[in-house]
């Protein structure tokens, strides 16, 4: 049978073995079975055993040989095998990069106290209906020689994990094998992520992240293998991906399971003539044509043969790589702290793992035994296309309700167009006016007036935005979109409160005691 950390625990006893299907007389029949699927989908190499590249060498064939090191010098090879592996699918090129380097994965670590640091690369597609999200992950499914598709909304904790159930024959208590422990070395698929149960979606944490699935159950303790990569599928709530809204506040989904997720991708369905003319294309010449119109650079057998061959490859990072990793997270973390561009999640460490893995997936592609700085270019890239949001809308000063007494005091029509401003420089006006409302606050506590009029803290903005403004027209625009901003702060987003004193005009604010600076 498979030798290494593939290999079963051996015939021991069948309650060791805990498969609940093996019974004796099957033990003693299959006493010889060997593990040819993956080798024969694979041209003859096993992804999986501890081969080297040298080894492997010679087991393949010289014409299969001559095949993988022509691809290996392909100047194009990172858009071919992304085409080839996806032909029927159009467009959404940034996701076949993503999944291909999931197919080759990271290089799995451990520390000196013992401690496993995973390989594998998670993604997640989130996007709206019709958008070939299910697509992609049959064809996963098909193509990877270790595969387990399965639904969310079908899914519970146990059947993704293990179950602990009781033997007909010996009537003792047996572990049955869940989804991802099926999956181990290979690919689990999860459509409809975001319909899974909560509770089911927890059972799933220490998989994503140590590789290891813990039972303690009527009297059974174990801790098994899942090594194994997750690829999801979610819809956002509602069906519809919400532009204003950030990627969190878009799906059911916890914290801790986003930031198991190496890459996340938004497809959002969109009118758009040019594409959706060559999406109908595609889509009648498959229907009408089939073979004919599916267009491949290189075949299927081709490409597990060559990422069989490429995952041997366990590349080093270099010195100026390593550098150039820790200046580009410097980076996403500063930009995290300014929050003047919303991310989809917090930036933490498990964001820089990422980065390194997919640089190792980057170098094994084109079978680099080093990771250079331009495989980590290519990573911080994809990486960035997750953590970046889909772009807010303008926020429009005038959306909050008009008070009947106050309708005259408005401006025209024309005047009053003119009064939208990005969200960007929305989130920077009222963060610069709620810190120092804050500051305010904090130095004269121990006084009766600790609170700012509404005029005091417009003027204070106006001074110190004063460099900017040229011009007294300049600086009266400047001033009434900074009024506004403070309207909408009290009415809209209940973030400052009006406490009596001061005048009409001018009440006195504070900041909401629950309010959090983002």
């Known amino acids: 049978g498979p030798k290494g950390d593939n290999a079963p625990s051996g015939l021991m006893g069948l309650k060791a073995l805990g498969v609940r299907d093996l019974s004796y007389r099957m033990a003693f029949l299959g006493c010889g079975v060997e593990n040819t699927v993956q080798t024969e989908m694979t041209g003859g190499i096993d992804p999986n055993s501890e081969l080297t590249e040298e080894d492997v060498r010679a087991q393949v064939s010289e014409r299969d040989l ?3 090191y022509e691809m290996s010098k392909d100047r194009n090879l990172y858009q071919n095998l992304a085409t080839s592996m996806f032909p029927t699918i159009h467009g959404s090129d940034e996701i076949k990069k993503g999944i291909l380097l999931m197919l080759f994965g990271g290089v799995p670590k451990k520390t000196i106290e013992g401690t496993s640091l995973r390989g594998d690369i998670n993604v997640c597609i989130v996007g709206d209906p019709s958008t070939a999200k299910s697509q992609f992950l ?17 899914s519970t904790a146990a059947g993704l994990t293990a179950a602990v159930v009781k033997d007909e024959e010996s009537q003792e208590f047996v572990i049955e094998a869940g989804a991802l422990l099926l999956a181990d070395n290979g690919i689990c698929c999860i459509d409809e992520f975001d319909k899974m149960d909560v509770r089911d979606q927890v059972a799933i944490h220490e998989a994503m992240e140590q590789q290891t699935i813990s039972i303690t159950k009527a009297g059974v303790k174990a801790v098994l293998n899942a090594r194994a990569s997750i690829l999801a599928a979610a819809n956002p709530i509602g069906g519809r991906y919400d532009r204003s809204k950030s990627l969190q506040q878009n799906i059911q989904l916890s914290a801790p399971i986003m930031s198991r997720f190496d890459l996340f991708f938004v497809l959002v369905d969109e009118c758009n003539e040019v594409t959706d003319y060559a999406i109908a294309r595609r889509i009648v010449d498959l229907h009408s044509r089939q073979q004919e119109s599916v267009e491949r650079e290189y075949t299927m057998e081709e490409i597990r043969r060559y990422i069989a061959f490429a995952k041997k490859f366990q590349p080093r990072i270099t010195r100026e790589s390593q550098e150039f990793m820790v200046e580009e997270y410097k980076k996403l973390r500063q930009r995290d702290a300014n929050a003047m561009s919303k ?40 990486l960035s296309k997750s953590i970046i949001r889909v772009e807010t809308p303008d926020i429009n000063l005038e959306e909050e309700p008009e008070q009947p007494e106050q309708a005259e005091d408005h401006m025209d029509t024309e005047d009053s167009e003119q009064l939208r401003i990005t969200f960007e420089d929305y989130r920077k006006i009222s963060n ?14 121990d006084n009766e007036e600790g609170a700012l009029k509404k005029m005091e803290l417009v003027d204070w903005y106006i001074a110190q935005i004063e460099d900017e403004i040229e011009g007294e027209q300049e600086m009266i625009a400047k001033k009434n979109v900074t009024e506004k901003v403070i309207e909408r702060l009290v009415k809209v987003d209940n973030v400052l409160l009006e406490i009596g004193g001061g005048d009409e005009n ?13």
């Open 138 to 154: 049959k064809q996963i499914a098909e193509f990877s020689p270790r595969c387990v598709y399965t639904s969310g909304k079908a």
């Open 66 to 68: 001559r095949r993988i």
């Open 343 to 382: 991310a989809s999640w917090r930036i933490t460490v498990r964001q820089l793992e990422s980065l390194i893995r997919l640089s190792e997936a980057m170098a094994k592609m084109v079978c680099e035994d080093e990771v250079l700085v331009g495989h980590v270019k290519e990573a911080f890239r994809l």
């Open 506 to 518: 001018s009440p006195y604010l504070v900041v909401h005691p629950n309010y959090i600076v983002e």
């Open 432 to 445: 610069m006016l709620i810190m120092h409302m804050r500051e305010f606050e904090e130095k004269n506590k």
